[in-house]
């Protein structure tokens, strides 16, 4: 079997003086589609944020290997050149600065990185005018201030183009479906779809069941109170649609272990 | 800085003897009146409400060379090139020294009615023309600087637009230091007048050729008839080592419209005074300001408006970028009197500081006398935001790359307010080159 894309081994992380994450075990390989799913404050976003390497994350003890490379050792901006993505949950506003012009110097970077040769403005053009086909904007949306003023939706669908452009090899999405009308959602689930590719893994962070009507995962893990309680297939993902999170709550601590083995695939997919 | 003032005043005795015998007996009597009034202000202290965060010591005690030589110090075109935005076509008045080169001038882009030429000329020639405004405009009231120029007014920029006309090109004015032998002291006095319904773009650039000591104490009086619209851009390029001074003085009638950009680029003290007086019902400005403030300078901009009739509308935007050890000051005062009612304006004032040592003071306030008027008013200043750097260095920006972007968002509004596409090109290209940044300056939004 290929190697693992992702490597989570007994992560726990920090925020403040808060122990969020309290000892994550997770395997994605090539062409996997992972959800992580779980109740507001259980860490979803926390082990999101610490993969793409935000500061006020702090990795207490564990790993992460990315392709066998020690990711906590990489700077924010080295995980993207070597091809991690988060869609963030709440993208930043950059006032003064076009959505062109940002790509284009983040693309740039990432493959002056690569040793492939950098855009000129017009062939910087033409991608994005293709990438723009998947999100379903039009041109002028590049030339507005990143994110500044965007709505919710067009934030998400920001990300998603951004995603469409620099093509990662793990894309990390937290809550990217969260507050999205229909229309939208099906967008962002498209964007995903289209990047989805055999040597390339997904990660979606989730709250709710409904994206993965557009996204089937492989594989679904929930998360509680830092630490996976369940994993399975994609039915576990409508058992909790159906039952909710106060269902494992019922089940008792004793039902919750992690990594649980009851489906094959959580097998594989955690240790 | 008793005696300081005195070698100012004996200065002026020469001066009297050997110029202004010969000029026009108003221009002495101007001259005159302000020598009196320097002597009674002085030059200012940190008592001095207005020159708080400003001192002049160091402007004050250094012994400038005060020079009548109209000559061009070798000064040659092709060094002037490189502030020309890449548009020596422009018309332009070239000024070394405060005096005005035909040699380095070109205004064969001018259509034939327009005038514009230099002040010196205009004195002898058309004397009652500029008696009727100069002097007119800039209050010498509290202000030293101004006094003194006025006291040795000789030469600058006039331009004099008639009823209706119009100028496409901007009219771009040079003021070059040059002081390979001695600190020199310049003085350049310019006034623009613009007549009913007329507009025009102007630009002033104060440069210097080395990085030389020198001073630059200019004064520009610009008053805008009915109707009439004026695009007046200020570039602070002074060396180094360089002092700059400046005041400009508007006055504005009925429904005429001022767009203004002040860039303070470098000097070791530059200060610069910008005094908006809206004499009309009507009139409206737009004040645009950048600074951007390195180790060893202090920037000082100090801008008045003064909504003293009815329904005028003033927005004004500055913004600074303090590095290094840089310091700077924004002291910007909104005077709405008694009668101005529906007058609408507002200011902000924002400040990045790039650095733990950098110093920024900032004064925005609002006096208002009237009851039925917008106004609003804000001043900021802050660090660049450290979660916008993490976003920016999650898409692959290396941290100096993101702090880069985020550097040039910061300042890309006020550039982008500038209504002239090569000075915003070279402006773009100069933050870049100030603030050794790695990212391409080509494309902002």
Known sequence: MAKPMLEIKNLHVTVGETEILKGID???????????????????????????????YVITEGKVLYEGKDLLEMDPDKRAKEGVFLAFQYPTDIPGVSNAYFLKAALNEIREYRGLEEFDAVDFLKLLREKLKVIDMDEDFINRPVNEGFSGGEKKRNEILQMAVLEPKLAVLDETDSGLDIDALKIVASGVTWLKRPDRAIVLVTHYQRILNYIIPDFVHVLWDGRFVKSGGKELAFQLEEKGYDWLKASGPTGLRPGGAEAEPASRSSR | MVAEKESYLTTFEGFEKRVSAKDPSWVRSLRKGAIERFANLGFPTAKDEEWKYTRVEPIVR????????????????????????????????????GFYSAKLSDLSGLSGKVKVGSLREAILKEPARVEQHLGRYASLEKNAFGALNTAFVLDGAFIDL???????????????????????????????????????????????????????????????????????????RESEKGFHIGATHVCGKKGSFLSSSSIAWSGRIARNNLRVLFDAEGSECALNGLYVVSTGQHVDNSILIDHAKPSCTSNELYKGIVNGRGTAVFNGKIIVREDAQKTDAHQVNKNLLLSEEATVDTKPHLEIFADDVKCTHGAAVGQLDE?????????????????????????????????????????????????????ASEVLS
Request: glycine share 8%; proline share 5%.
């Open chain 2, 62 to 97: 250094t012994p400038f060379k005060f020079s009548l030589d109209p000559s061009t110090n070798g000064v040659a075109l092709s060094q002037i090139e490189s502030f020309s935005f890449g548009s020596l076509k422009w018309p332009r008045l070239v000024f070394v020294n």
């Open chain 1, 26 to 56: 997770l395997v994605v390989n090539p062409g996997e589609v992972h959800a992580i799913m779980g109740p507001n404050g259980s860490g979803k976003s926390t082990l999101a944020r610490a993969l793409a390497g935000h500061p006020s």
């Open chain 2, 387 to 439: 979660e916008a750097i993490f976003y920016l260095k999650s898409r692959g920006l290396r941290e100096k790359s993101a702090r880069d972007v985020l550097t040039y968002g910061f300042a890309s509004d006020v550039i982008q307010r500038i209504k002239i596409a090569p000075v915003q090109k070279e402006l773009n290209r100069l933050l870049a080159e100030r603030l050794q940044m790695e990212v």
């Open chain 2, 162 to 236: 008639g009823v209706g006309e119009s100028v496409s090109e901007p009219i771009h004015l040079i003021f070059v230091s040059s002081s390979p032998e001695g600190a020199v002291l310049s003085q350049p006095r310019n006034l623009i007048v613009a007549g009913k319904g007329s507009s025009a773009t102007v630009i002033e650039s104060y440069v210097s050729l080395a990085d030389e000591v020198y001073f630059t104490n200019a004064v520009t009086e610009i008053v805008l008839d009915e109707g009439a619209k004026l695009d007046h851009n200020k570039l602070i």
